[in-house]
């Protein structure tokens, strides 16, 4: 079991502790049943981290106002009054460049602690040194309360401006750049920024290139065009829809052009055709909340109802800090009057309703049922309109079945 990423302001790094669970639990661990297990088993981290951690090493209102900053803004308002605009204006480039507030302020410590599953994420306003002590504090708890070991190799403590944590897939880094006003304060500096990392773009495009360049997929030929659009436009969708909380999801770009080229190469190989003819033939406009996009489609027509649609791409890229999963889970339909298994536990018989001590009659096809020469006995005439090769018999009913079987014979 791992639990990783630690990351702050100074950022601790993933914090990744390995436990070898012993019994039942150890065929669990790295199943579909690891993510229940870290939050029952984790439960303990996350009260020691808010209860303890968090109060020790979060103090201050707000940073004291930085000594350098002050002097050069009471200088500034001295050359205005004299009225120097020159000295005014050098002067204020300088304050551009400086922080307005401490950022060693030692009154001022924050602490954060994010956790989703086996994953989770700490990030720490403060020196290198305390850091170093939040680590040793969690690998202590974690050795004598949790009986893990804390990966030194892996846990790391980086500063969040020059290196990113990794957190649900997302590189996380704080933000700086003096250059940039919104209002005439420069909000960006200190605010965290989700990107996409590259190494997820790089493999993402691995499945579809061959000798550096998209190839089209072999095993998707014999399939439909509505398969083949639908198939691509499925994982593209879901990795889009999930990296538009980034803030440079423009980066997808390179992953839409090589599933997009593998898609026509695909289309083209199944039909002996070209990619500019499949483009001409797929490509539509669709409207979007950002206005009309180009996306490729394949419909299959049907009578008397809306066709099927699948598309690929039409998704802008542009950041979206609300963003969620369009694609619902498809809508379950239960047939609860055709389950043998539920039919079963009604403990009716389907010929003539009398109840208890049932058992199940089946027949090789329907078509044996309407064999010529026979004339459809009340049971099979009850199998006929349910399209079910099964009926529930009580036990007379299932011995008249097998007397009044036609020519041709049956099966049990």
């Avoid at 297990?37 to 940073?63: A, Q």
């Avoid at 922080?99 to 290198?128: C, E, I, M, Q, W």
């Avoid at 399939?223 to 990795?239: C, E, K, P, Q, W």
């Avoid at 089946?362 to 064999?371: G, K, Q």
Wanted: with cysteine; aromatic share 6%; charged share 25%.
């Amino acid at each position: 079991m791992t639990l990783p990423t630690l990351t702050a302001r100074q950022l601790l790094q993933p914090p990744v502790a390995q436990r070898h669970f012993e019994g039942e639990v150890a065929h669990c661990v790295g199943g579909v049943a690891s993510p229940v297990l870290s939050n029952i088993y984790l439960h303990k981290l996350d009260e020691f981290v808010e209860t303890v951690l968090i109060p020790e090493h979060t103090r201050g209102d707000r940073r004291a106002r930085n000594p350098a900053y002050l002097e050069l803004q009471n200088l500034l308002a001295k050359a205005r009054r004299r009225g120097d605009r020159v000295q005014a204006r050098a002067l204020r480039q300088r304050m551009v460049s400086l922080p307005s507030s401490d950022p060693n302020d030692p009154g001022y410590r924050r602490l954060r602690y994010v956790r989703y599953a086996d994953d989770h994420l700490l990030g720490f306003t403060g020196p290198k040194a305390e850091a170093e002590q939040i680590k040793q504090r969690l690998a202590q708890f974690l050795h004598d309360e949790l009986k893990l070991e804390l990966s030194q190799e892996k846990t790391l403590i980086t500063h969040a401006r020059t290196r990113a944590a990794r957190f649900l897939g997302y590189e996380i880094t704080i933000q700086h750049n003096d250059t940039k006003k919104t209002g005439r304060y420069r909000r960006v500096n200190g605010q965290i920024a989700l990107r996409v990392p590259r190494d997820v773009i790089k493999a993402k495009c691995a499945p579809y290139i061959a000798r550096g360049k998209p190839a089209k997929r072999t095993a998707l030929i014999n399939s439909s065009d509505h398969a083949i659009v639908a198939t691509f436009g499925t994982v593209y969708r879901g990795v889009v829809q999930y990296y538009l909380l980034a803030g440079d999801v423009f980066r997808l770009h390179r992953l839409q052009w090589v599933m997009e080229t593998s898609m026509l190469k695909t289309l083209a190989a199944k039909h002996r055709s070209s990619v500019s003819k499949m483009a001409a033939k797929h490509k539509a406009r669709i409207e979007t909340p950002n206005g009309p996009r180009v996306c490729f489609e394949a419909r299959i027509e049907r009578k008397n109802r809306k066709p099927l649609v699948a598309r690929f791409g039409g998704i802008p890229l542009q950041r979206q800090r609300t963003a969620e999963l369009a694609d619902r889970e498809p809508v379950r339909v239960d047939y609860p009057q055709k389950e043998l298994i539920a039919r079963l536990l009604a403990d009716t018989c389907e010929i003539c309703g009398s109840k208890g001590n049932v058992q199940v009659h089946h027949v090789r096809a329907l078509a044996d049922l309407a064999h010529a020469g026979w004339q459809p006995s009340d049971w099979a005439r009850v199998m006929l309109h349910r399209r079910r090769k099964t009926v529930v018999a009580c036990d007379i009913c299932h011995v008249r079945i097998h007397s009044e079987r036609p020519a041709r014979p049956l099966t049990q």
